[in-house]
């Protein structure tokens, strides 16, 4: 069964700070990988996507890596703000004919001044 | 602001009904997804369409039906309402079908089932 594990579920931080947040999965055969930040009660934001050859990829201060051979990512968080308090989601969609992806349960972020 | 627009933003209706969700793409996005978000299951895919057909199908109960019209915009129909199908339900619109296109979260309907 196709499964993406987030850990930690939360993670309180002080503004200004950097964190960690990590996605693994067991999705075969692997399409790509993305990272969404959702604010509470409003829809998700797509913040970067990821496919097999890729390593590495940024979107400001937002930093994912990818391993495919061990099927882990993580997500980097660089000088942390107050309106980075969200739920970051990780995703990780199947290769094949249709669009079937499967979901990781978020980790929650605090960011306290 | 995605682009996508959904309505109602809220609905409240008692077990057994039925309800109609509507959501309507980005100018020139062909696909719509449907998903459900509740707090014990988390995010979840429940159907998309492009272009006007179906295109791949989730964890979507047989009660709920979707359909996307002539004009792009979707439906959500859900039928014989339960308690457990409380949930904020997402609509996504993306240029083209696969995975990789980039998609838009509408606001989302707030399902409150009484």
């Known amino acids: 069964k196709n499964q993406v594990e987030q850990s930690p579920q939360s993670l309180i931080i002080l503004e200004g700070k950097n964190c960690t947040l990590q996605?693994?999965?067991?999705?075969?055969?692997?399409?790509?990988l993305r990272w969404y930040k959702q604010d509470t009660g409003r829809g998700p934001v797509s913040l970067t996507i990821?496919?097999?050859?890729?390593n590495t990829k940024s979107n400001g201060r937002y930093t994912a890596t990818l391993d495919a051979d061990t099927k882990q990512s993580s997500l980097h968080i660089t000088a942390s703000q107050l309106s980075d308090s969200a739920s970051y989601i990780c995703?990780?969609?199947?290769?094949?004919?249709?669009?079937?992806?499967?979901f990781g349960r978020g980790t929650s972020l605090i960011v306290h001044p | 602001d995605s682009g996508v627009t959904q309505t109602p933003k809220h609905l409240i209706t008692a077990t057994g009904q039925r309800v109609t969700l509507r959501c309507s793409p980005r100018?020139?996005?062909?696909?719509v997804y449907w998903y459900q978000q509740s707090l014990d299951q988390g995010l979840q895919f429940l159907i998309q369409?492009?272009?006007?057909?179906?295109?791949a199908k989730g964890n979507i109960l047989e009660r709920f039906s979707a359909q996307q019209f002539p004009d792009l915009h979707s439906e959500l129909n859900l039928s014989s309402l339960e308690l457990g199908d409380s949930a904020l339900y997402f609509c996504?619109?993306?240029?083209?079908?696969?995975?990789?296109?980039?998609?838009?979260f509408g606001p989302g309907t707030r399902l409150t089932v009484t």
């Open positions: 990821m496919t097999f050859s890729e």
């Open positions: 369409y492009y272009n006007g057909e179906e295109r």
């Open positions: 995703v990780v969609s199947g290769a094949g004919g249709s669009y079937i992806p499967t």
């Open positions: 996504a619109s993306s240029v083209s079908t696969g995975s990789s296109y980039e998609q838009y």
């Open positions: 996605c693994n999965y067991t999705v075969s055969p692997f399409s790509n």
């Open positions: 100018s020139g996005d062909l696909s």
